[in-house]
């Protein structure tokens, strides 16, 4: 029997009900299989904000450490500042379990319909790989004359030799290991951003030079949102800043069908740090309650969480379940193109897992 200590952290929104179809699916494994689940939930987020004055309490890091891994839900919510809640909790963890890689895959399932025309199933297949404790995010920076007239705010990009060739070296390990197309595409804008991004540039070529097997390609981001939408079938593993990663990521969530199918993982790759799994999309405020928030992201990054813990065989079992479930089309969500609820989606789900044992 494997036994795994999850930290649950369900966040504000939507983050809550799509955890709860997430945990159904794991607990659903967990009694089929040798693996045991034990989950610890933490009321951490917007609403323990307005009780405290903080989004986590100030040992939170600490309390997290000896977790195997963590499964969030989502953060933010439409009465705090995004800062706030973004460097209360999530960027936090990210930073101190320097999960320096945000894996975010994007495929085109068979029964999703791309709103780009004629693409098939499989035809867009891509992984962004997304720097995730540095870059745009390092939170570095301050005001002078807040409040006055003259208000100034300064924010510094960091762009590390070690912090760039650690994560473009996981984006050609990826590249090796899909065994794809073999390319590796690096995304910057060090035609503006003339030193940290030319720092980024300069890891790139140091890497790619142990990797003769595979490909490379650099773009700068304006060119490279221009051909997800143009031409995303060329893409096999993207590398990219935290910023410009966040950002393309959207594009690939959504024209692969929807924000609600994009998982992601926030990985520490030694493995000295708990990983965290999550799915790409917010909190989504506009939708809270209603029940129709797709639970499929957050389906898909437990199968993803399930992997670095080295279950494979369940990781894919959940994978094919979800994606019988996609291509039979019966059972489906709002944002794509069904009337289910989110809990039935998650019940189906769990079905779907019946049928594979
Ligand atoms: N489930 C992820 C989530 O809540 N994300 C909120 C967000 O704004 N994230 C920004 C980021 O990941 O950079």
């Known amino acids: 029997m494997s036994e795994y200590n999850i930290a649950v952290i369900r966040g504000d929104g939507i983050g809550p009900e799509v955890i709860e179809e997430g945990l159904k699916v794991l607990n659903f494994i967990s009694k089929n299989s040798n693996i045991s689940f034990s989950f610890v939930e933490f009321d951490w987020g917007s609403d323990y904000y307005f009780k ?16 195997d891994s963590i499964y969030l839900g989502a953060v933010g919510h439409p009465e705090l500042q995004d800062h706030i809640t973004l460097n209360g909790l999530l960027l936090p963890i990210r930073r101190k379990f320097d999960q320096y890689v945000c894996e975010r895959p994007s495929t085109l399932y068979q029964g999703v319909t791309s709103p780009l025309k004629g693409y098939k199933a499989g035809e867009i297949d891509f992984v962004v790989i997304r720097e995730n404790t540095e870059g745009e995010y390092a939170n570095i920076g301050g005001f002078q004359y807040f409040g006055d007239s003259n208000e100034i705010g300064i924010q510094t990009g960091v762009f590390t030799k070690r912090g760039c060739e650690r994560v473009i070296n996981y984006a050609f390990q990826l590249a090796r290991k899909r065994g794809n197309k073999k390319l590796v595409t690096s995304v910057t804008k060090s035609n503006a951003q003339g030193y940290g991004m030319v720092v980024w540039d300069r890891a790139f ?10 490909k490379t390609e650099s773009l700068l981001v304006d060119a490279a949102c221009m051909d997800f939408i143009r031409k995303p079938e060329v893409f096999d593993v993207v590398v990219a800043s935290n910023l410009f990663g966040d950002i393309l990521t959207d594009i690939g969530a959504i024209i692969t069908g929807s924000m609600g199918l994009a998982p992601s993982g926030n990985i520490d790759p030694s493995r000295n740090f708990p990983s965290m799994f999550e799915p790409v999309h917010g909190s989504a405020p506009d939708i809270i309650d209603q029940g129709v928030s797709n ?6 990054s437990g199968a993803m969480m399930l992997d670095h813990l080295g279950e494979s065989s369940s990781s894919k079992i959940i994978q094919s379940a979800v994606e019988q479930l996609i291509k039979e089309g019966n059972i489906l969500t709002k944002d794509l193109g069904g009337t289910s609820s989110t809990s039935k989606v998650g019940d189906s789900v769990v079905d779907y897992i019946k049928d594979l044992y």
């Open 52 to 67: 405290n004055g903080f989004m986590m309490p100030d040992d939170g890091l600490n309390q997290l450490l000896n977790f």
């Open 205 to 214: 070529d140091n890497i790619a030079r142990n990797y003769p097997d595979i």
């Open 295 to 300: 639970p499929l992201a957050t389906i898909f």
